[in-house]
């Protein structure tokens, strides 16, 4: 079965404390690795796209990079409008597959 | 370009009856799939739809049923709700059944609570 565990559950930094938060998946067939972000009441937030193990993806303070098991969301010197909580879902190679999502890490940056 | 829209944006329902979400796709978009989202829960799959016909349905009970429309839009219908069936119900479109890049554009959702 398809599954995606992300850790930790919850995070709290300090405004400019960077950190990584991480993907554990298990698919077969890896097709994609996609993070989104989601804030309070609201739906998710396409932030990358990974493909093969080694790619990396960078867009202002997050970085995104993915390895055969995991991917890391690397948060650098972030800012109290980065909190949110971040999802990770693998996608399958095999036929009409959906989005497997995990449970998302709720990031809080204290200024 | 339009984004992907749903409505309502709340409802409140008794248990033991039904309820219709709607959603319209992102322009250029065939493909429409539906999740739910418990409280602290990432989206769980619903059912995916594909020029008018479902082409993939995750772990859920047939009181679960939806439909898509030539324009792509597409509704959600729930029979006999539980207090179980409380959540955010995201709706996300997508080119193609999910290629390309961006995967799927999601909706804001619509908060269903069943009392």
């Known amino acids: 079965e398809d599954q995606v565990t992300q850790s930790p559950e919850a995070l709290r930094l300090q405004e400019g404390e960077s950190s990584s938060l991480n993907c554990s998946y298990t698919?077969?067939?890896?097709?994609?690795l996609f993070w989104y972000r989601q804030d309070p009441g609201k739906g998710p937030e396409f932030l990358f796209t990974?493909?093969?193990a080694g790619e990396e993806k960078e867009k202002e303070r997050l970085k995104a990079t993915l390895t055969k098991k995991e991917s890391f969301l690397h948060i650098t010197a972030p800012k109290p409008e980065d909190s949110a909580t971040y999802l990770c879902?693998?996608?399958?190679?095999?036929?009409?597959?959906?989005?497997?999502f995990g449970k998302g890490t709720r990031l809080s940056v204290i200024a | 370009e339009t984004g992907v829209t749903q409505s309502p944006t709340h409802l409140i329902k008794t248990r033991g009856q039904q309820v219709t979400l709607r959603c319209s796709s992102q322009?250029?978009?065939?493909?429409v799939s539906w999740y739910q989202q418990a409280l602290g829960q990432g989206p769980q799959f619903i059912f995916q739809?594909?020029?008018?016909?479902?082409?993939g349905r995750g772990n859920f009970p047939p009181r679960f049923s939806g439909l898509q429309f030539p324009n792509y839009s597409s509704e959600l219908n729930v029979n006999a709700l539980e207090l179980d069936d409380s959540a955010l119900y995201l709706c996300?479109?997508?080119?193609?059944?999910?290629?390309?890049?961006?995967?799927?554009?999601f909706g804001s959702g619509t908060r269903l609570t069943v009392v």
């Open positions: 996300a479109s997508s080119p193609q059944q999910g290629s390309g890049g961006r995967g799927y554009t």
């Open positions: 698919v077969s067939g890896l097709r994609g």
């Open positions: 990974l493909y093969s």
């Open positions: 879902a693998a996608r399958a190679t095999s036929g009409n597959t959906p989005l497997v």
């Open positions: 322009s250029g978009h065939n493909t």
């Open positions: 739809y594909y020029r008018e016909e479902e082409n």
